[in-house]
């Protein structure tokens, strides 16, 4: 079974970076892309980063562009979000989801439960 | 840039047909996705490629497309089907779109 568990949220203050993980299992992770998507509290979901399967391609909405970074570790089956510089409008459940490519573009077909980030003084 | 509208609620009794309905320019051209995020969990595909169901997904729940409007059905609707859904649809690898979601009430 396909499994997708985020790690690293927290309460963090406006200027300050944090670490997101989101450790894989039940696949072969690097036959994927994998994604991160965000929910700010009581609000929709917005699409963040996302990676080649190899790791070579990454792609950042223009929201996050300069201040987030994702990374993949095929050798962990890890997928990591690195924020800087984060606001409090960057307040959100982070969810990571596994890519599925239909030949011409990307859609997400499994999600992990999130990782909660607060950016707060 | 790209966007993707859809109602704010839509409301049915039990046993009815809910649809709910997703609107955008560039769908004439792309296929659209329906997730459905209950309160409190993560997003669940129920729709991929306009209409088609993942495994594990009940028969009630069905789409379609035609011109810039796609619609996620789901017929019979029950308690358990209470959720927000949200549309999704792509022109490339960096404008990945969500509609702002819909939320069904079912009572």
Known sequence: ???????????????????????????????????????????????????????????????????????????????????????????????CARDVWTGDYFYMDVWGKGTTVTISS | SYELTQPPSVSVSPGQTARITCSGDALPKKYAYWYQQKSGQAPVLVIYEDTKRPSGIPERFSGSRSGTMATLTVSGAQVADEADYYCYSTDSSVNRVFGGGTKLTVL
């Open chain 1, 1 to 95: 079974e396909v499994h997708l568990v985020e790690s690293g949220g927290g309460l963090v203050q406006p200027g300050g970076s944090l670490r997101l993980s989101c450790a894989a299992s039940g696949f072969t992770f690097t036959n994927y892309a994998m994604t991160w998507v965000r929910q700010a509290p009581g609000k929709g979901l917005e699409w963040v980063s996302a990676i080649s399967g190899g790791g070579l391609r990454t792609y950042s909405a223009d929201s996050v562009k300069g201040r987030f970074t994702i990374s993949r570790d095929n050798s962990k089956n890890t997928l990591y979000l690195q924020m800087t510089s984060l606001r409090a409008d960057d307040t959100a459940v982070f969810y």
